[in-house]
């Protein structure tokens, strides 16, 4: 399909389909916002620029040079431009009062006091609509970390309630571990004051232990005496064949009881 590039906007149409007449009657500004990435544009707001001094100045010189450019071709003629453009010739049509150039200049003034009001006020909006675009990506950002940020304090949550019942574990462990030492120790005291009190017995058993030998040394002396004196005032002698001191002096007891009784007897008859 055949295309041309427009002298006024310097973009490539359709031939076909191209048609100006359709095109608002203005010098329109938009507005737009994006709708995410990859997700295009969306325009939020429309506001005449006719009054802007940055735009509409260059597209009325740049459509006085179009109309020139038309007339020196012998596209169009002065007398088609004059008449599309509702001039004529006649002097009393052509002038004015200085009172109507006067009200025509105050209108126009007033027109564009609105239009620059207008102007502040779509940049105020345009601004407000970045600003709320801007705030929308944020919270879109801000969600996704809060997501990211809560599955990970319930992941922390969780490990955090393993470590608590491990750790409670542990201290009731530990707290039986300590009951066990503390019953140990305990009875490592009880063991050690036994011991004490076994190291004070045998201490005690040792003295008696001694105090009985030397008992039974000053017993044995006094029956080595006994005996010497036995056999020195009687006619008895230690029988060797006896086990002991002590059985003899039984024997010899014995052999005196048996003869007091022999003594007895004879003093009777």
């Not at 095109?23 to 709708?35: A, C, F, S, Y």
């Not at 345009?126 to 944020?138: A, D, H, I, M, W």
């Not at 574990?169 to 707290?175: D, L």
Request: charged share 35%.
């Amino acid at each position: 399909m055949p295309e041309f590039m427009c002298p006024l906007c310097g973009h490539l149409h359709s031939i076909r389909y191209y048609d100006p007449e359709d095109l608002p009657l203005d010098i329109e500004g938009v507005t737009k916002v994006g709708l995410g990435q990859g997700k295009g544009t969306k325009v939020v707001d429309r506001h005449s620029l006719l009054w802007d001094n940055d735009v509409s100045p260059k597209i009325v010189r740049r459509v006085v040079t179009l109309c020139r450019f038309f007339l020196d071709q012998k596209r169009i003629t002065q007398n088609e431009v004059k008449q599309s453009l509702g001039i004529t010739t006649t002097p009393t049509q052509d002038t004015i009062s200085l009172k109507e150039y006067n009200q025509l200049r105050e209108d126009a003034e007033v027109l564009k006091a609105q239009v620059e009001e207008e102007k502040k006020r779509g940049d105020v909006e345009y601004n407000r609509v970045n600003n709320l675009q801007v705030k929308l990506n944020s919270q879109q950002i801000t969600i996704k970390n809060y997501n990211k940020i809560r599955e990970d304090n319930e992941s922390l949550r969780s490990q955090a309630e393993i470590e608590v019942r491990r750790a409670d574990r542990e201290s009731s462990r530990a707290a039986n571990l300590q009951a066990t030492v503390n019953s140990l120790q305990k009875k490592v005291n009880s063991l050690e004051t036994k011991l004490e009190n076994a190291k004070s017995y045998n201490s005690e058993l040792r003295r008696e232990l001694e105090e009985s030998e030397t008992r039974v040394e000053e017993a044995n002396e006094v029956l080595d005496d006994l005996i010497e004196t036995i056999e020195n005032s009687t006619s008895y002698e230690f029988d060797p064949d006896l086990d002991s001191r002590e059985e003899f002096i039984a024997e010899i007891t014995r052999k005196l009881i048996e003869d007091i009784e022999a003594l007895k007897a004879d003093e009777e008859k």
